[in-house]
DNA sequence: TTGAAAGCGCTAACAC
DNA sequence: GTGTTAGCGCTTTCAA
């Protein structure tokens, strides 16, 4: 603990028997007093330990905080283990750092639904990653005075938004697996509102759900397999609350213990992926020639185990979030950045066994 | 973008007929005025698009800001792919998180020695996290009349600190290296000093590295080899700047042309082990028959290797830093927090071959 | 080149 | 339960 007693602008300005224009000049102005009067007022500020203007003050008087408010839908500590959003959060704070701006992440749980952190926070504006429609941490966020971006999810009218298009993206993936041969497919998703559902999610559900990624996925795999005669509603879609690994293993059990016809595994994230891929492995499928895994997002883990997946250029992301909401507020810019994507096909997915080599190996 | 027109607490006091005071309340002390008046401001509060107290405002009367500064000494990509660093962050964030304070990222960037965004920071004290002991931003914070924790370095009077032993840490890994045998070791380090040394780093630079960790480290371990006879002026002590296993890598190829009967590496971090191993292995040197590596910190890939390395408390360390800053002052209570480590036998360190074995084979 | 005056929007004593 | 008064520490016209 390191504490300083105080001293202010005034009082200095008393001090030296000058006006606090004078003093504050000193700090904002170089050009506006003499050089000598300049190092007299730093000189007698080191003196009497004063640490330069009020940060807090100067906002209130200047009407901008220097800082960019970040809101975060998962839990911190899920947020820091995603490398997706790891990814886009490096990419905000290298526009943030670039600007001079600070980024101050918004203590937020959103397990509560406590939103005056959202209204204490001094900032120029919010970047909100990833949140359901119906947060009100979100509807905080747009009441207050400030502009707003949202990076992927969910669309807001009128609020810049950056992100990707998740139903192209999926169903280019969608018509290579059908390309394959793959007819008997399962998906393992996210969680798909804010109430805990780990288990099947019927197409009612995917259709409502809060999460506008999610819902766009999910329906661009439904009209992707509809249009070579497969009946969505029959297809298992098992929905984990928790991002993680373990969430992923869980859920391919879930999944194949209730159909062991399955030839692909669908997930929404590479992370699920990973999963899915070690709950496989413990039950001796190979991959690809027993069960097809994909996943989404392109993180670095994937990408070593060849995993078959949609990369999407996180850092930009966060990269574009940054410069969209820091740039002046131009009413003639896009209101929409869409960044691509790209499928990348690696050595988790082959064409399905036939139901011959089922019975006699292959 | 999303923008409201302004309207404040007294233009709404002014519409309702009623004093200041009363609407603050509102917000404030809800218990302080009739429920049925406190529905009737914030009912025209939406009415006229009022978003609640501006929290600069607020925090110039309250004198709080409701956020924490975080000092970071890397570059913020480098921070963000270290997975020490990051598991620190996720402990403070977590601790940030559960005081509802906010996470004040300060824009620096370790290249320039542009101090001002240290000024611009509204935040109610700093969390500074292993700078080098001569960094300006550093002095920049401390010249701030707020409390101020640093974790790991530098140590500073008068300053909480919260760390971890680091000269009995990797003493305790220099005796196992010693018992098994090594006597020709290398070393390779982080950046000892601000400016830029790839390469060897002679005993004088690492007596006078300006950072602490480091610092002490190698000071461990020229201790514990002395005790054995080891001339530690004679040991190889190569420097990386960058801190990537790309840097560990190359750092490992510089000591091994050099060096050819070196036994063991000892790295000072598990990301530069991580790159001697691949280093390693593309020159078709067995781990451990042939060279030992060791590491330090105790991240997830490491552990997954098999790494023998210092496993440290990241999470545990972010967490007490934030603890450490938002408990209230008491002068008591202790200026520094030592965690425990602990030393983990992989399987990147055996004895060395014998001279005979180094000819004739295994 | 320097100073005086006027708030930025809010909260906290204290009085009514 | 509600209002009055007095700033928090600073920047910024505008005038000298």
Redesign the interface.
């Known amino acids: 603990?390191?504490?300083?007693?105080?001293a202010t602008l005034a009082s200095l300005a008393a001090e030296l028997g000058v006006s606090r224009t004078t003093v504050s000049n000193a700090y904002n102005r170089p050009d506006q007093l003499s050089p000598e009067l300049r190092r007299r007022v730093l000189e007698t500020a080191r003196r009497l330990?004063y640490?330069?203007?009020?940060?807090?003050?100067?906002?209130?008087r200047t009407r901008k905080?220097?800082?960019v408010?970040l809101l975060l839908t998962e839990n911190?500590?899920y947020a820091?283990?995603d490398p997706a959003a790891?990814g886009f959060?490096?990419g905000l704070?290298?526009a943030?750092?670039g600007?001079?701006?600070?980024?101050?992440?918004?203590?937020?749980?959103p397990e509560r639904e406590d939103v005056?952190?959202v209204?204490?926070?001094?900032v120029d504006g919010f970047v909100v990653y990833s949140v359901p429609d119906d947060d009100p941490h979100l509807a905080a966020v747009?009441?207050?005075?400030?502009?707003?971006?949202v990076a992927d999810q969910p669309t807001?009218d009128?609020?810049?938004r950056v992100g990707i298009d998740d139903r192209g993206a999926i169903m280019e993936l969608a018509q290579q697996l059908i390309t394959l041969g793959h007819r008997k497919v399962g998906v393992i998703c996210m969680r798909l509102a804010r109430d805990r559902n780990d288990g099947f999610a019927p197409v009612e559900r995917q259709k409502t759900a809060h999460f506008h990624v999610q819902r766009t996925r999910l329906a661009g795999l439904s009209e992707a397999f509809a249009k070579v005669g497969v009946d969505w509603s029959r297809v298992p879609v098992v929905e984990r609350f928790d991002h993680s690994t373990a969430s992923g293993a869980s859920a391919a059990a879930q999944l194949l213990d209730a159909d062991r016809d399955v030839t692909a595994l669908i997930c929404t994230s590479d992370i699920l992926a990973l999963g899915a891929l070690t709950e496989a492995k413990r039950r001796g499928l190979r991959v690809p020639q027993d069960l097809t895994v994909t996943g989404f997002d392109g993180i670095a883990e994937g990408e070593r185990l060849g995993l078959t997946t949609v990369r999407q250029p996180v850092l930009e992301k966060g990269k574009a979030a940054g410069k969209l909401l820091l740039a002046s507020?131009d009413?003639t810019r896009p209101?929409e950045i869409t960044l691509p994507t790209e499928l990348i096909l690696g050595t988790t997915s082959a064409a399905p066994r036939t139901a011959e080599e089922r019975w006699f190996g292959p």
């Open positions: 603990m390191h504490v300083r007693r105080p330990g640490p330069g203007p009020d940060p807090v003050a100067r906002s209130l905080a220097g800082a408010g911190l500590s820091f283990r790891l959060l490096e704070a290298l943030c750092e600007a001079g701006q600070g980024l101050h992440l918004v203590p937020v749980n005056a952190a209204h204490r926070a001094g747009l009441s207050r005075p400030v502009p707003t971006v807001v009128g609020v810049d507020p009413p209101r």
